[in-house]
């Protein structure tokens, strides 16, 4: 295979949050760095590594931040509510913004329609159609005032403050912004890193915090909108998941984190409210169920995903879901089971940023327990075993049926209860 044909994504998150005067919630910043195919990423690598004192990451980093590190140096702040609601209509705006000294890019005819469509397709897909961003206003090209330089010489969150307020500034004779829920902003170069954040301003008499996205010519020129996607994804309120490894940018399995245009994990789903109570099961403690799970990506009804609660623990949940190859999984490495680990405690401190985060959700480890063949997926005959003794075993997979994402796992799941993390080892 192609090393790295799929473009590897990467990297660091900076959460922070300006305190606006007179607002009753803070805005907030996320930042997300990809790169890309025609990115030397192992150099890029070794950069990273030889330059900071950090501890390892596991994330690549692309070169400019290695160039111009965007340090955020605000007390961190937790995101309580989201800025977009992630059900009913929340109209967006594609707002394309020059810099004054680069050129604007050549695009094929109805390149953002055909954006602002396949956007609404993913979400709708993802939400179960629950969530939808409506008919999408898109503007001309806009230039900025300064160049690519003069932006990249103020410190990040002044440049993205004043891109903000400059882009929504010229298009505000074009735009009634009294029905937009959302603002993407497209860049036509880069400052580094793409964000999601909140800016507050009064647009046609509506004084509020808006949700924004800040994107890169990469983020969404050249990388099939994949960061384009996540970036909206920190609006609707979700956060990043980690990989096995302890990456928050290497979970395959979900559009926040390693980003590849795929749905989102079931845990993001029952948060947002997209999963309802038929599609969550429980198994609580003292008890084995077996359940027949439908594919997470499906649209048809279904037991979604599995949750098990682990008392005594420092992991507070364990998730189940299924996940078949289609729809907008089409990029995911393989029809199984996945399972995740959830602590609600989970404090990362982010190597570059130094900022901390919560982030719960972890990609579960393989234990030495388990009975599992050693790759990414659990598939059908294998069983995780958890250090607390929970069992989740695959019996089935059945993928053959005829329809799009139609496809079953069952799976048993036995939650040993309390008594079983008792500090005495019997053997
Ligand atoms: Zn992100």
């Known amino acids: 295979m192609y090393k790295l044909a799929v473009w590897t994504f990467l990297l660091l998150i900076l959460m922070a949050s300006l305190q606006g005067a007179g607002a009753q919630s803070a805005e907030w910043l996320s930042a997300d760095i990809g790169f890309f195919p025609d990115s030397n990423v192992e150099q890029i690598q070794a950069i990273y590594l030889a330059d900071s004192t950090a501890e390892a990451i596991d994330a690549e980093v692309s070169a400019d931040i290695v160039a111009h590190p965007q340090r955020i140096t605000n007390d ?106 959302m603002i993407n902003i497209l860049l036509n170069e880069s400052l580094g890193a793409s964000w999601a954040g909140q800016r507050q301003a009064n647009l046609d008499g509506t004084f509020k915090l808006w949700p924004i996205t800040w994107n ?16 909206m994804g920190h609006l609707f309120g979700m956060s990043h998941s980690m990989g096995k490894n302890g990456s928050e940018y290497g979970n395959s399995w979900d559009t926040m984190s390693h980003s590849l245009s795929q749905h989102t994990i079931g845990y ?76 609600y405690e989970r404090e990362i401190i982010n190597p570059i940023s130094h900022t901390p985060q919560i982030i719960p959700v972890q990609l579960s480890q393989f234990t030495q327990e388990s009975i599992h063949n050693g790759d990414s997926l659990w598939e059908a005959g294998e069983t995780f075993i958890s250090p607390e003794g929970v069992q989740i075993h695959i019996s089935a997979i059945d993928t053959d049926c005829a329809d799009l994402l139609c496809g079953t796992a069952t799976v048993t799941v036995t939650n040993p209860g309390y008594t079983t993390f008792l500090p005495t080892v019997r053997r």
């Open 76 to 181: 961190r702040t937790t995101q309580s509510t989201p800025p977009v609601r992630a059900t009913g209509l929340n109209n967006l705006l594609i707002l394309p913004c020059a810099f004054a000294d680069q050129p604007i890019p050549t695009l094929r005819d109805n390149y953002f329609s055909d954006m602002r469509d396949e956007l609404r397709l993913y979400w709708r897909e993802l939400s179960y159609d629950q969530l939808d961003i409506g008919e999408s206003e898109i503007t001309n090209w806009y230039t900025l005032p300064l160049t690519l330089e003069a932006y990249q010489q103020m410190d990040i969150t002044s440049a993205l403050t004043l891109i903000f307020e400059q882009c929504t500034a010229a298009a505000d004779l074009e735009v009634d912004f009294s029905d937009i829920a």
């Open 216 to 231: 890169m010519d990469w983020a969404w020129e050249r990388s099939g909108r994949y960061t384009l996607k996540h970036e």
């Open 268 to 343: 993001n789903k029952m948060q947002l409210g997209w999963l309802d109570s038929a599609e969550i099961a429980q198994v609580n403690s003292g008890t084995t169920q077996t359940y027949t799970l439908s594919a997470l990506a499906s649209p048809v009804a279904g037991v979604k995903l599995l949750t098990v609660p682990v008392v005594g623990s420092e992991t507070d949940l364990f998730t189940v879901e299924f996940r078949q190859i289609g729809g907008y999984d089409k990029m995911i490495i393989g029809t199984s089971i996945v399972i995740h680990e959830i602590d």
